[in-house]
């Protein structure tokens, strides 16, 4: 009989080829994945950074087109497509309001002018740096993540301007001040010396909100680190020699600090004086020539300098201009073609500019330097009414915001910014105006403010809020 084989197991089937494991991403793949969220605030960031770019000399500081003046057209351009392609109505009526009344406003004041065409420059500006942008940064934000974003960019800039500032001092290569090249101007030339000083200023209401009230979740070293950078900003910030700047950054610094709270209003404000007392006093950080800046101040009847009568000639001169057009003022840029008619024989020819580069330089004078007397006497009680009424009404906005917020238990650092820069400015333009390479900041700065203070989803909570 045959034999009967034993049958063979079945071999087991062979395994399938397992698949190569991924390639580790590199390193600049991982930061561009953790950048992709904010690629629609990229524009608005560009603004922001792009001021650190030296400026030209070419031209008057109020006719100069810089490249941050071209980023925010690029910014408004952007966020045009984006709402045209999204179809949505994001504003509500009072933001709506607020930002379409200083447009007719300016519209009514070229239209009225005695010379349209002269005023049509204005127009331009004026919607861009109140209208445009700020609207388009208040549409682009989404959160408050997007918030924090773009004002560690005014930050980060803040800091890059203050060392060149400082180092412009410590090396006599800044602009010209009493004799010597000592004035911390940044790279925005002596042409445009509040440039700096505004940048700065922007800077330590920034940090002293992040300080007081850091976000929940963020590293223990932001609190330290926020709270001295803004000290450390006070000396360029000093060195500035800018009156106006430090009156108003005193008068931001106090309100953020009693918005804050007490307690933490008490140890901030013991920070920043000693901060202030070791880096200007102790160290003796031009303490001289701030002394006698300070001392300039209150001298306004008892021998003042040459550019305290300039100011107060200009202020009283725009006051006369808007006697003869109560209404509707004499036109955008109609200030300098009036001004002679109106002002004293006490006001100067110009001013003095030079160093940080450039060459003795006479500037002629302008404008009145006073936000509020310049639009009074170019646009009448229509221009100021729509343009500083709807800066006090987005302030109650941002503080009735801050007040439900905190009272909700939500995260106080943007509205403590928003409502700081509000004052600032709103201070600061009783001895300044729109005008230089800067200017656009302020539009960005107004825009966050527009932010907190207008856009629906910053509402206690809602999701984006409590980000």
């Known amino acids: 009989m045959p034999t009967a084989t034993k049958a063979r197991p079945a071999p087991h089937p062979a395994p399938p080829p397992a698949h190569p494991a991924p390639p580790a991403a590199s390193p600049a793949a991982r930061a561009a994945a953790r950048l992709a969220p904010f690629a629609p605030l990229l524009p608005a960031v560009a603004v922001v950074l792009l001021l650190c770019a030296p400026v030209s000399d070419e031209g008057s500081p109020g006719s100069r087109v810089t490249l941050a003046d071209a980023a925010s057209g690029v910014l408004v351009v952007h966020c045009a497509v984006r709402l045209l392609r999204d179809r949505r ?4 009526r009072l933001a709506v309001l607020l930002i379409a009344a200083p447009a007719v406003a300016f ?16 127009f331009v500006r004026y919607l861009q740096i109140f209208v445009l942008v700020p609207a388009a940064v208040l549409l682009l934000l989404r959160d408050r993540a997007d918030f924090r974003v773009l004002a560690g960019a005014v930050l980060c800039v803040a800091v890059v301007q203050g060392g060149v500032g400082v180092h412009q001092y410590l090396t006599g290569t800044g602009a010209s001040y009493q004799g010597q090249d000592i004035r911390a101007v940044g790279t925005f030339g002596p042409l445009d010396v509040m440039g700096m000083s505004t940048v700065v200023a922007y800077g330590i209401v920034i940090a002293l909100a992040a300080g007081l009230a850091p976000p ?10 926020a709270l001295g950078s803004a000290a450390a900003l006070l000396v360029p910030l000093a060195l500035s020699f ?7 950054t005193a008068a931001a610094v106090l309100a953020v600090l009693l918005l804050a709270g007490l307690r933490l209003a008490l140890g901030a404000l013991a920070l920043l004086t000693a901060a202030a007392v070791v880096l200007v006093g102790g160290v003796g950080v031009g303490s001289e020539q701030i002394g006698q800046r300070l001392g300039s101040i209150t001298q ?22 808007w006697r003869d057009s109560p209404a509707t003022g004499v036109g955008l840029k109609g200030f300098p073609a009036h001004r002679d008619g109106h002002a004293s024989l006490a006001l100067s020819s110009g001013s003095d500019t030079a160093g940080a580069g450039r060459g003795f330089h006479r500037e002629p004078l302008l404008s009145p330097h006073n936000m509020y007397l310049l639009v009074l006497s170019e646009q009448g009680l229509i221009g100021l009414t729509a343009l500083a009424g709807g800066w006090l009404a987005l302030l109650a906005c941002a503080l009735r915001r801050l007040r439900a917020g905190t009272r909700g238990g939500l995260p106080a650092d943007c509205g403590l910014i928003a409502a700081g820069l509000l004052v600032w400015q709103l201070v600061d333009f009783v001895y300044a105006d729109i005008g230089g390479p800067s200017t656009v900041l302020t539009a960005v700065m107004i825009g966050l403010a527009a932010w907190w203070g207008l856009h629906p989803q910053t509402r206690p909570g809602s999701g984006a809020a409590a980000r």
């Not at 109505?89 to 509500?92: D, V």
């Not at 519209?107 to 204005?122: I, K, M």
């Not at 800018?242 to 108003?248: D, N, V």
């Open 89 to 92: 109505r994001p504003l509500s």
């Open 107 to 122: 519209a009514v004041a070229t239209a009225t002018s005695w010379d349209p065409a002269a005023s049509l420059p204005g």
């Open 216 to 225: 929940a979740g963020s590293p223990r070293w932001l609190r330290p680190a």
């Open 242 to 248: 800018s009156r106006g700047a430090w009156i108003a």
């Open 300 to 321: 306004v009847t008892a021998a003042p300098d040459q550019s305290v009568t300039d100011r107060y000639t200009m202020w009283a001169a725009a006051t006369a201009m």
